[in-house]
């Protein structure tokens, strides 16, 4: 009988869940678009993905198992809009909803607290002198990439 697959806030048992490692997506879930960035299987670092163009579930959910299925991929994160003062609000509640539907892939999925990501990106992409319309096409998937460091520092022990 298939057990159902992990669904935590809890970064230690998302890493038990994991006792070999793995390389690792991770998801920025926006309106119009969702950001990915990836892992490497010993959980060093994350790169930027592509940006997705966000539709209905299905298709979603076909992009991201290509991504998965094309990387060998071991598990998802994938970013909790949380309020600043800690509280899940409807953003929140949504990201939370797409983590039980994407379960179904069959892989650990890790919501990991996004607040700040975007603005981190944002000053991160200025700094590097790019253009805005180069920062809003690839936004979300540097945002993706700043919520999959953070998550990967903190599997890791926090040492690096």
């Known amino acids: 009988m298939a057990s159902t697959p992990l669904i935590t806030e809890n970064a230690p048992e998302f890493r038990d869940a ?3 490692g793995g390389g ?3 998801l920025d879930l926006g309106t119009k678009t969702i950001g990915t960035a990836f892992a490497d299987a010993h959980w060093r670092f994350a790169t930027a993905g592509k940006t997705l163009a966000k539709g209905k579930f299905g298709k979603d959910k076909a992009a991201i198992e290509a991504l998965v299925a094309e990387r060998g991929l071991k598990g998802i994160v994938i970013g909790l809009p949380l ?3 800690g509280t899940a609000g409807p953003r929140a509640q949504a990201s ?3 983590a039980r539907n994407i379960a179904v892939l069959g892989l650990p999925v890790l919501l990991w607290d996004e607040r700040w990501s975007t603005a981190s990106a944002e000053r991160d992409m200025i700094s590097q002198d790019f253009s805005r ?3 809003a096409e690839k936004i979300d998937s540097h945002a993706a990439a700043i919520i999959l460091q953070g998550a990967i520092d903190r599997l890791a022990g926090g040492i690096l």
């Open 18 to 20: 994991l006792p070999d």
């Open 24 to 26: 690792l997506i991770g």
């Open 83 to 85: 309020n600043m003062d």
């Open 96 to 98: 939370r909803a797409f």
């Open 133 to 135: 319309a180069k920062r």
